[in-house]
């Protein structure tokens, strides 16, 4: 005992003395002020030094994928270029090939606050079309794509930028133009190997063994791959990724079945558009699947425009829209989007109204051999869900299921696309009633019928 108290004396002397020793070493030449301004000037220094300005690889809500940016730091402003520039311009071109920016520069900051602080603080059409939270193409009012316009720096050389998003959090990866690079040459570039490696369906293969099966959904950068777990049972699994004039650039390294990759190549190993290799691995491919008209039906998501569903169909829809003024507890619901498909595994009608998410099961009945006709059956029980019964039962949903299914399996239907590999819309065709002509889109359509609904 008295030995530990003789310890704790010892101890206690000696934090004593320290505390009451004047002479603290000064670990740091500069202040922390000092130190934050220099900070914020290498970073700004550093943008403004890529001669040909940097490549954006641009992330919001990832189940969108990431898109190429274009950003040039010149003094306080910034000209900006994009991949993506709304649903007219694809590929930031005009319809002549000409790069698309904005008539004035953007402005932009380099601050200190708890960290460097990049912010994009002028409108830009091009740039705050991700972080816009009423997009049309994605999302919902109020979430849109996803993205920010305000960025901690995480990591900042002449080679490599890592910025992170304020508000969502996304990673975002910074990397310089070569200094030869025309701008519009590579947005070209990155269509070009985006419309060579599109397919609706894929394989991945290791060998002659077949790892997972993998499906895109429209205009996102993003693949599904589904591939059995740790139990046998089968799981879907969203990569997202963004197109480089090499190929695919996943966001994050992706491991299925013992088999690691961050990137698929348009060119590595195979010149043709139906296999796509990892840079400097051969030993697993990416294998585009061209399958049935009905299966590319069943595993897509094809989302209704308003403008075509048809004469036949309008009556139905009308009714249901106006019945869906007081489906809010005694308000108008705002019909987000509407479509059929694969979503959560579920195949069949899926709707999204304010806060109601409505899912009506179909089964597709009686496939012609050649896999473009079909009966396609309606179910009003279970797994239907709760939301969508009462919808059938109160506001008229059952009337516009009845335009494209049936409880039994006599309303057939032809079916249509324009490419089978990669399709971009599917119409169906009633068999006894051609007149009624429904064209579903495989791009995602926000406030599918217009009027009030886009608030």
């Not at 012609?368 to 009003?380: C, F, I, P, V």
């Not at 239907?384 to 049936?406: C, D, G, H, I, R």
């Not at 079916?415 to 007149?435: F, S, W």
Request: with cysteine; proline share 4%.
């Amino acid at each position: 005992m008295r030995k530990i108290s003789y310890l704790f004396a010892l101890l206690v002397s000696f934090i004593a003395f320290n505390a009451c020793t004047s002479d603290v070493d000064n670990y740091f030449p500069e202040s922390a002020p000092e130190r934050a301004s220099k900070t914020v000037a290498e970073v700004k220094k550093t943008l403004q030094e890529a001669s040909n300005g940097w490549r954006m690889e641009y992330y919001g809500d990832v189940t969108y994928g990431g898109y190429n940016v274009l950003c040039k730091f010149q003094g306080d402003s910034v000209l900006i270029a994009s991949e993506k520039a709304g649903k007219n311009h694809e590929a930031g071109l005009d319809a002549s090939g000409n790069l698309i920016t904005e008539s004035s520069l953007a402005h932009f900051t380099v601050n200190q606050s708890m960290g460097v602080v990049v912010s994009f603080d002028t409108y830009n059409k091009l740039f705050h079309y991700f972080a816009d939270p009423k997009n049309d193409d994605y999302g919902k009012a109020g979430t849109g794509f996803g993205g920010d316009f305000e960025f901690r720096v995480l990591k900042c050389t002449s080679d490599t930028i890592v910025l992170q998003g304020l508000k969502h959090g996304d990673r975002i990866l910074m990397l310089p133009m070569k200094a030869d690079q025309d701008w519009a040459s590579y947005l070209k570039e990155v269509e070009n190997v985006k419309t060579f490696m599109a397919s609706s369906s894929y394989t991945l293969l290791s060998g002659t063994d077949t790892l997972a099966e993998a499906t895109q959904y429209g205009d996102y950068h993003s693949l599904i791959f589904q591939y059995p777990d740790s139990t046998g049972s089968m799981k879907a699994y969203a990569y997202p990724y963004i197109v480089t004039p090499e190929g695919y650039k996943f966001y994050m390294e992706v491991e299925i079945g013992g088999k690691k990759f961050t990137n698929f190549s348009k060119d590595y190993n195979d010149p043709s558009d139906e296999r796509f290799y990892p840079q400097g691995d051969a030993s697993i491919c990416l294998e585009t699947v061209v399958p049935p008209v009905v299966d590319a039906f069943k595993k897509g998501q094809w989302f209704f425009d308003g403008s075509k569903v048809g004469p036949y169909a309008e009556g139905a829809w009308n009714d249901f829209m106006e019945a869906i003024k007081t489906a809010a507890n005694g308000k108008e619901a705002i019909l987000y989007q509407a479509m059929i498909g694969t979503y959560s595994n579920k195949f069949g009608f899926h709707a999204w109204l304010s806060s109601d998410y409505l899912y009506v099961e179909l089964t597709v009945r009686d496939p012609n051999e050649a896999g473009d006709e079909m009966a396609l059956q309606y179910n009003r029980n279970s797994p239907t869900n709760k939301a969508a019964q009462v919808f059938m039962k109160s506001y008229k949903l059952t009337p516009v299921l009845k335009t494209f299914s049936a409880l039994n399996n006599k309303l057939r239907l032809k079916m249509e696309t324009d490419n089978p590999r990669k399709p971009t819309y599917m119409k169906l065709i009633q068999v006894d009633h051609p007149e009624n002509v429904l064209e579903l889109t495989a791009t995602q359509v926000m406030y599918p019928f217009g009027g009030s609904q886009q608030q």
